[in-house]
């Protein structure tokens, strides 16, 4: 069945610098991935979108890479803030025709200031 | 525009007492989602909707969950008898195309005694 892994441990950035999180998958070939934002005590909300055949995205300070060859995508949110301190979960279509998301753990980021 | 609402946010049960959690998804959204997320973890797929009938519920735990859709607007999960593990946010998520982004609720934080 498809795995995704995300960083399990928080990340700790400090402010200004680039953070960078990593999801890899196995088992599978999405047509398509997402990433989702997560603030305790709330809903998941939708950042960006990539499809297979896309290498890059971006949206203001946000990018995200898709290597389909590594099974991996990097998100990366440049001259961090501490409000971008979150839950960054990583979202991949679940395939074999299913609709919906199969979602990562998440990765914790913290920006400091 | 008005986003996903969902109620009660909080609830306490015993174990093996009854529970029903309600979802009204953005209006002209014909998917629908209920996912469980469990402390730590990421969002799981329960069961998905297209209009009122169901799609996938092949993570749904039949003898204990329910949902419906009867009018293709609302949903209500429901747990009968609730177990200790049951005990987890219970988000709603609707999207206007099955393979599009999801807008979720703020959830349904359930406590299982």
């Known amino acids: 069945s498809q795995k995704i892994e995300q960083n399990s441990e928080a990340l700790n950035i400090q402010e200004g610098k680039t953070a960078t999180l990593t999801c890899n998958y196995t088992?599978?070939?999405?047509?398509?991935l997402q990433w989702y934002r997560q603030d305790p005590g709330r809903g998941p909300v939708f950042l960006l979108l990539i499809r297979e055949n896309e290498k890059e995205k971006r949206k203001e300070r946000l990018k995200v890479t898709f290597d389909t060859t590594l099974k991996q995508s990097l998100f990366h949110i440049t001259a961090s803030q501490p409000a971008d301190s979150a839950t960054y979960l990583c979202?991949?279509?679940?395939?074999?025709?299913?609709?919906?998301?199969?979602f990562g753990k998440g990765t914790h980021l913290i920006i400091q200031p | 525009e008005a986003g996903v609402a969902q109620s009660p946010r909080y609830k306490i049960i015993e174990k093996r007492q009854s529970v029903a959690f309600w979802c009204n998804p953005i209006s002209g959204h014909a998917t629908l989602y209920w996912y469980q997320q469990i402390l730590g973890q990421g969002p799981k797929l329960l069961i998905q909707?297209?209009?009122?009938?169901?799609?996938?519920d092949s993570q749904l735990p039949k003898d204990r969950f329910s949902a419906e859709r009867l009018k293709g607007v609302d949903s209500t999960l429901k747990i009968q008898p609730a177990k200790l593990e049951d005990s987890a946010v219970y988000l709603c998520?609707?999207?206007?195309?099955?393979?599009?982004?999801?807008?979720f609720g703020e959830g349904s934080r359930l406590t299982v005694l």
């Open positions: 909707f297209q209009n009122n009938g169901v799609v996938d």
């Open positions: 998520a609707s999207s206007f195309t099955s393979a599009g982004e999801l807008f």
């Open positions: 088992n599978y070939s999405p047509a398509y």
């Open positions: 979202a991949l279509d679940r395939g074999g025709g299913a609709d919906g998301l199969t």
